[in-house]
């Protein structure tokens, strides 16, 4: 992949955490592609987080690169700031994320920080708030919601940035269905804006419905990636990894089999791939 295709690119990037003996990353490559929604797949502890807060410089790794359209990354505060406004991150808590009383204020927050006109700042949190479906909600004290809203207000924050790069770890933790459907179109929004994501979950059924490209992550490094249909595909080797697979993918499994016992034409690869985009676009 050229640079111009490529956002964010690691290459065999190592990082240890201060009071480790192992590497919570290593041999770690990968490259984000422009414009994709790309999701992270992997069982706990195999470094989702640690990659996440090495690609927005928080970490700086022990071995290897990391390159923002392919310069290497600079650690210098200067530096780091403007990173900081290119890829914006979602902690998985919001609680960890917002500071300010209200949710107008703590929208506003980046931006003050950035030392931006008024009138800018202004204009921006009020696009915000109309974008995250938020000006209801504006001078609606951060302790009073609930933890969708926060969840909201979280990425309003990031977003209100103008980042090129969102990564979100675990978005979809602790949401109910119809939440995390709210999530979704939330997500649309953000990516119809030009917006590259790059999501980390368990959440294998939300992978499988939204992601364009799906990277598998195992003990520190990238084991597997493509489509979620080539990945999800490999149900063998994501088993084994201990992460089961898309409910579609176990129901259309079943369906072949079913077809296959009863001396019946299996569905073509063909229909079963018509089958999971008519399914994404429910
Ligand atoms: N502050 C820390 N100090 C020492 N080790 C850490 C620290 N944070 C994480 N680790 C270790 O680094 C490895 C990767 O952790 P990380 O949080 O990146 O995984 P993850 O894939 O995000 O996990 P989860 O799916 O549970 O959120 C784990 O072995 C973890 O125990």
Known sequence: MSPEFELLSFKNVEYTYPCSQHPA????????????????????????????????????PKRGRIEWQGKPLNYDRKSLN??????????????????????????????????????????????????????????????????GQKKRVSIADVMVLQPQLLLLDEPTAYLDPKQVQNFRTTLEKVHSRGTTI???????????????????????????????????????????????????????????DELTLNQLTPLSAEQLQKIRQRIRQL
């Open 198 to 256: 790059l999501l980390a979950t368990h959440n294998l059924d939300f992978v499988e419905a939204w992601a364009d490209w799906v990277f598998v992550m195992d003990s520190g490094e990238i084991v597997l990636e493509g489509t979620p249909e080539t990945v999800f595909n490999q149900s063998q080797q994501i088993q084994e990894l201990g992460l089961g697979v898309p409910l579609i993918v176990t129901a259309l499994n079943a369906i072949q």
């Open 25 to 60: 990353v290593q041999n770690l490559t990968l490259r984000i592609p422009k414009h994709q929604r790309c999701a992270i797949i992997g069982r706990n502890g195999c470094g989702k987080t640690t990659l996440f807060r090495l690609a927005n410089g928080l970490y700086r």
């Open 82 to 147: 403007q990173l900081r406004q290119k890829v914006g991150l979602v902690f998985q808590n919001p609680e960890q994320q917002l500071v300010a009383t209200t949710v107008e204020e703590d929208i506003s927050y980046g931006l003050c920080n950035l030392g931006l006109p008024e009138s800018e700042i202004a204009q921006r949190v009020q696009q915000t708030l109309l974008d995250f479906d938020l000006l209801n909600l504006a001078d609606a004290p951060i302790n009073y919601l609930s933890l």
